[in-house]
């Protein structure tokens, strides 16, 4: 499915484990309510795609750090590790059992560059290049926690900081970082696969700190 649509050449192996998401997610969906009903079979575009944004974003040189605060199910870390499998992800989450699905998952699929951690933010004391989220939190409550957790040394084409994912109306988010702050439409990437519809209100920003 991705193969085309990123700007990223996959291996077949990356293919593989892309493809496997579908059948996972909506196994454990049955389960564990993940993912609303109504959305579950929006899967791939929802969720692992719109993960992928970040990919599209910025490309993570091989021995970046990420943290997925709030990553629920794993999104995005799952996807941005399977993307990206010369980085190392740690996904933690303050729901047990969804954290609990991102292990499993990750583990079935064969990925060995990621954590899941039953832990919340807030305990989290190492530091990365990275802090990425899916609509967690408001930005500067996402900053006040975070910022211990980004260390000073810069291995990528941006500096390290923060990058959500976000949707609707963000002014009042951005306001106290208008001028470092960067939010990027996620339907501007040239791929065909971020024009639909459903990507139109959906944004980037990424925070250096």
Not at 26 to 46: G, T
Not at 133 to 157: C, F, G, T
Request: aromatic share 8%; net charge negative.
């Amino acid at each position: 499915m991705f193969k085309t649509c990123l700007r990223t050449s996959l291996t077949d192996i990356q293919e593989q484990q892309f493809a496997a998401l579908d059948g996972l997610y909506h196994e454990w969906n049955e389960k564990i309510n993940l993912i609303s009903r109504k959305d579950i079979d929006n899967l791939m575009e929802h969720h692992v795609l719109h993960s992928l944004a970040i990919g599209e974003y910025i490309q993570f040189a091989p021995g970046t750090t990420i943290l997925d605060v709030g990553t629920g199910g794993g999104f995005p870390g799952i996807p941005l590790a399977i993307l990206f499998p010369e980085c190392r992800f740690t996904l933690i989450d303050g729901i047990g059992k969804k954290v609990m699905v991102a292990g499993d998952i990750a583990k079935r699929i064969g990925l060995t560059n990621v954590e899941c951690l039953h832990e919340r933010v807030e305990e989290e004391k190492r530091q990365f290049d990275f802090v990425v989220s899916r609509a967690v939190m408001p930005l500067p409550d996402l900053v006040k926690l975070v910022r211990k957790n980004i260390h000073h040394r810069h291995n990528n084409a941006l500096p390290n900081g923060i990058i959500v994912l976000k949707g609707g109306n963000l002014d009042s988010e951005i306001a106290p970082f208008k001028k470092s702050a960067e939010v990027v439409e996620i339907s501007s990437f040239a791929q065909s696969a971020f024009s639909s519809d459903w990507f139109a209100e959906k944004r980037i920003i990424y925070l250096p700190l």
